[in-house]
């Protein structure tokens, strides 16, 4: 009678060790790079953290502030190499854009005057158009942002958005995918029938 195989040991996952690192761990985003893609980055990094600003709230784009400050000291980074304030703009879709005006004035002109126009002048013509991250990176961290608050009522606009500016479906179902582990199934389970329903209604 042949013996029993042994059987292959188990892999231990003790506390799951990748989610017990510390935080400097996670702040070698730009380790092992050439000089120059490493400005690159940094700037890149600087948007997406003044973008965040806008769509996580400052109180975590603050924090986040504070690490990517050190991460760009360590990394000899000045202020120099990083985007300026003012900026030539993008290009803008001005018949695409006025429609999406008018649609929000329609709705909220005459309730909330002051939000229509903060969202017009800083959101859609000053922050969507800063020349230092491409729209189809701005509108992915836009998407993972709503998705991480469980926003999903601003969803659709916005993944369509991200969608007209390259993202495709493969990469954005990846998306979802990755942030599944990072934001939560609930948020995920929220979100993947509106970016169903959002792929479904494409052309294709």
């Excluded at 059987?7 to 231990?12: F, L, T």
């Excluded at 005459?110 to 800063?130: E, H, K, S």
């Excluded at 230092?132 to 993972?144: F, I, K, N, Q, Y």
């Excluded at 948020?187 to 792929?199: E, L």
Aim: net charge neutral; glycine share 4%; aromatic share 8%.
């Amino acid at each position: 009678m042949e013996a029993p195989r042994p059987r292959a040991a188990r892999p231990q996952h003790r506390n799951f060790g990748c989610l017990d690192r510390t935080q400097s761990d996670h702040r070698d985003v730009l380790s092992f790079q050439p000089r120059a893609r490493q400005r690159r980055q940094a700037r890149e990094i600087s948007e997406i953290i003044t973008h965040l600003a806008f769509y996580a709230g400052w109180a975590n784009a603050m924090s986040a502030v504070a690490i990517a400050k050190d991460v760009f000291a360590a990394r000899h980074i000045g202020a120099d190499q990083l985007p300026d304030v003012s900026a030539i703009p993008l290009p803008i879709d001005e018949v695409a854009e006025a429609k999406r005006a008018t649609s929000v004035e329609a709705q909220f002109g005459a309730f909330f005057p002051g939000v229509v126009q903060y969202t017009t002048d800083v959101l859609f013509r000053d922050l969507w158009l800063r020349p230092d991250l491409a729209p189809r990176e701005r509108s992915l961290v836009t998407v993972s942002a709503l998705i991480a608050n469980g926003q999903t009522a601003q969803l659709t606009p916005h993944l369509n958005r991200a969608m007209d500016n390259g993202l495709t479906q493969t990469e954005a179902s990846e998306a979802i995918a990755q942030l599944a582990f990072y934001v939560g199934w609930p948020n995920i389970f929220s979100a993947m029938p509106v970016a169903k329903d959002v792929f479904e209604k494409r052309p294709h």
